[in-house]
């Protein structure tokens, strides 16, 4: 293979490494001995928003799952293993969904066009815009409506978060575990705290609060 780029990253890495070792010799060491981070980051898939990065922080501080438009939906196995995971093994403290403006899976999700295999996974964002649909369609400037459904979407995320039995039960089981909303600006590098904060279900619609055993 003669890829410079594909190259580059296995130089990237040794370079890395080098680096680390010289101002820490047992920093890989440590790594290998397990993690305890005290985050879940729930993050979209896009590439300009790496969560470690944009909040500072080290290996082993924040575990996370990222997918298109950073989603949570009740029937993807894949988020709800990590969710269990960070819950009932990590024992995290905190989960944070972050979106970002200007994220791909939202805007397409309020057009009509239609594009592929991820058309099924857009629809869930649709749904978020029917829930919000007489407050999005009273912002007439288009740029300002797709921030706001950004934000929307953040927000109803974290409600779904809320209302699943892993993190139910962590609440029963008087776990300290709060859900967080994000969202953060590509253009500016700024994470702005949407203010919505979930730490028990009792902000919850009855119908959603589970007696869990």
Not at 68 to 82: F, G, K, P, T
Not at 141 to 159: S, T
Request: proline share 2%; with cysteine; glycine share 8%.
């Amino acid at each position: 293979m003669n890829d410079s780029f594909y190259k580059s990253l296995l130089d990237n890495n040794k370079k890395w490494v080098a680096t680390k070792l010289d101002m820490d010799p047992e920093y890989f060491q440590r790594l290998a001995n397990g993690q305890q981070p005290p985050l879940l980051w729930i993050g979209c898939a896009d590439s300009r928003v790496p969560a470690n990065e944009i909040i500072g922080a080290q290996p082993g501080e924040v575990f996370v799952h990222r997918n298109i438009a950073n989603m949570v939906i009740h029937s993807d196995m894949n988020m709800l293993s990590v969710l269990d995971y960070a819950v009932n093994v990590l024992k995290v403290k905190h989960i944070i969904v972050c979106g970002h403006y200007g994220c791909g899976g939202v805007k397409a999700a309020m057009g009509q066009d239609a594009i592929g295999l991820i058309d099924n996974w857009i629809r869930h964002i649709k749904d978020v815009y029917r829930f919000h649909h007489a407050e999005l369609n009273e912002i007439k400037d288009e740029a300002e409506r797709f921030n706001r459904f950004v934000e929307l979407n953040v927000i109803e995320q974290v409600h779904d978060l809320a209302k699943t039995s892993i993190v139910q039960g962590a609440w029963r089981n008087n776990a300290e575990l709060t859900i967080h909303g994000w969202v953060y600006g590509v253009g500016s590098g700024v994470i702005k705290d949407l203010g919505v904060n979930i730490e028990s279900n009792d902000t919850l619609d009855a119908v959603y609060q589970l007696n869990i055993k």
